[in-house]
């Protein structure tokens, strides 16, 4: 299902969460469950994994992770205020130290002039940290490949929040 680069992200974000005794969650839209599922392709991920919310709809990004129906209204299920907010509401809901969320239009339809195939927003927040946030423009590369984009630019977030996170404790 990953590629081996992919796999040794994973990896890389899991030895890091060992070293600092953490454990992450995830909130996930556009990508379905990617990220948790390639997390857990590592043996011995359920010491650094706590859990991992789909939500898809609105209706679970509300339901779920606590996300106001007007937040995403207003701004949108694609944006940065509902990915921080599917963030810090995944943090909240779980007994992970920090969590990842990612939102966005992986095509190939649902894009609009404002908000185009390949517009990604992810977000980390750590119970002991800022809310970390990026806003990807990944282009219309194809569903799969703006899925995996978003995988691995979670890894990267998560790796910083990691870093930032511990540096202040």
């Known amino acids: 299902m990953f590629d081996d680069e992919v796999i040794r ?9 060992a070293s600092r005794k953490m454990k992450i969650t995830t909130a996930e839209s556009c990508t ?4 948790s599922a390639c ?6 991920s359920s010491a650094f994994v706590d859990r ?27 944006s940065e205020q509902v990915a921080r907010a599917m963030a810090e509401g995944a943090l909240e809901r779980s007994k992970a130290d920090i969590a990842v969320s990612v939102t966005g239009i992986a095509g190939p339809d649902g894009g609009s002039e404002a ?8 977000a980390c ?10 806003r990807m423009l990944f282009g219309n590369q194809g569903r799969h490949r703006i899925r995996i984009l978003s995988v691995r630019t979670a ?12 540096a202040t404790v």
């Open 39 to 44: 997390l857990t392709e590592i043996p011995g």
């Open 9 to 17: 992200e994973a990896r890389a974000v899991l030895d890091l969460c």
């Open 52 to 78: 991992g919310f789909v939500t898809y709809s609105n209706e679970a990004k509300s339901e779920l992770l606590g996300v106001p129906a007007d937040m995403i209204e207003t701004h949108g299920a694609v």
């Open 115 to 122: 908000k185009s195939v390949g517009l990604v927003h992810l």
């Open 32 to 35: 379905g469950g990617l990220i």
């Open 155 to 166: 890894f990267v977030l998560i790796s910083q929040q990691l870093d930032e996170s511990t």
């Open 125 to 134: 927040a750590a119970r002991n940290g800022p809310t970390l946030h990026r």
